[in-house]
C-alpha cells in the first residue's frame, strides 16, 4: 500500500520559513517524479514545485525564489522548504508521486498524501 506522509507545516508570520517533509512509504522516490501542490480555501489546486529522479526539479512562479525542492531518496522523502511566507502562500499542501505524463501543474500524478496545512498571517 503506497502511503504519502507530509509533516512540517504551521503557523507562522509573513516572512517566515517552513520546511516540508513528505515520506513515502510502499513506492520509491527513486525512480520517480515527485512534487508537491496546495489547495488554499475557494481556490483551484496549485502546482508548487516538481522534482524528477534525473536530477531536473523547478518550481511554480508564484513561489519562484522562495521555495526549494530536494529529495533524499536513501530516505524516500522529498522536502520542500519555503521562505519568505506569504499570506497567500496559506493552504493545505500535498505530496504527490508518480508521474503520469502531460504538464506537472496539471497534477496528472497516481499517489497523494493527506495534506499537511500551512497558515501564513500578515
Known amino acids: 500500500r503506497v502511503q504519502l506522509l507530509e509533516s512540517g507545516g504551521g503557523s507562522v508570520q509573513a516572512g517566515g520559513s517552513l520546511r516540508l517533509s513528505c515520506a513515502a512509504s510502499?513506492?520509491?522516490?527513486?525512480?520517480?517524479?515527485m512534487a508537491w501542490f496546495r489547495k488554499a480555501p475557494g481556490k483551484e489546486r496549485e502546482g508548487v514545485a516538481v522534482?524528477?529522479?534525473?536530477?531536473?526539479?523547478t518550481v511554480a512562479d508564484s513561489v519562484k525564489g522562495r521555495a526549494i525542492i530536494s529529495r533524499d531518496n536513501g530516505k524516500n522523502t522529498v522536502d520542500l522548504e519555503m521562505n519568505n511566507l506569504k499570506p497567500e502562500d496559506t493552504g493545505m499542501y500535498y505530496c504527490?508521486?508518480?508521474?503520469?505524463?502531460?504538464?506537472?501543474?496539471?497534477?496528472?500524478?497516481?499517489?497523494w498524501g493527506q495534506g499537511t496545512q500551512v497558515t501564513v498571517s500578515s
Open positions: 510502499g513506492i520509491t522516490t527513486k525512480g520517480n517524479t
Open positions: 522534482s524528477e529522479d534525473s536530477g531536473f526539479s
Open positions: 504527490a508521486a508518480r508521474f503520469e505524463g502531460g504538464s506537472w501543474l496539471l497534477g496528472p500524478f497516481t499517489y
